[in-house]
Nanobody, 124 residues
Framework: VQLQASGGGLVQAGGSLRLSCAAS????????MGWYRQGPGNQRILVAR???????NYADSVKGRFTASRDNAMNTLYLQMNNLKPEDTAVYYC???????????????????WGQGTQVTVSS
């Protein structure tokens, strides 16, 4: 099972980026998915989270600017980031609570599964 994040890059303040996180492997089902970020010298914090039913919650600092969405058929999570600010600069990680098909054929849960990060840099 893998979570592959992509879409990061360098953008000027006020610009936009769209991050993607694709889950692959023997996925059985995915519950909640989320985006976290970790800036230099900072702890990793929640940016946005979305349930399998599409309910979302956001960090106060990104409300009104970021939108999380998911394509359940494609097992993919997105983060549309608009009006980016220099303080949004960080490595962005995707996270999932998912079930995969085990070697024994039954579903096994990965409650807190992480993908690799993608760097977002916002210049002023």
């Amino acid at each position: 099972v893998q979570l592959q994040a992509s879409g990061g890059g360098l953008v000027q303040a006020g610009g936009s980026l769209r991050l993607s996180c694709a889950a692959s492997g023997r996925i059985h089902s995915i519950n909640a998915m989320g985006w976290y970020r970790q800036g230099p010298g900072n702890q990793r914090i929640l940016v946005a989270r979305i349930t399998d039913e599409g309910n979302t919650n956001y960090a106060d600092s990104v409300k009104g600017r970021f939108t999380a969405s998911r394509d359940n058929a494609m097992n993919t999570l997105y983060l549309q980031m608009n009006n980016l600010k220099p303080e949004d600069t960080a490595v962005y990680y995707c996270n999932a609570d998912l079930y995969y098909i085990s070697d024994y054929g039954g579903p096994r849960r990965l409650y807190d599964f992480w993908g690799q990060g993608t760097q977002v840099t916002v210049s002023s």
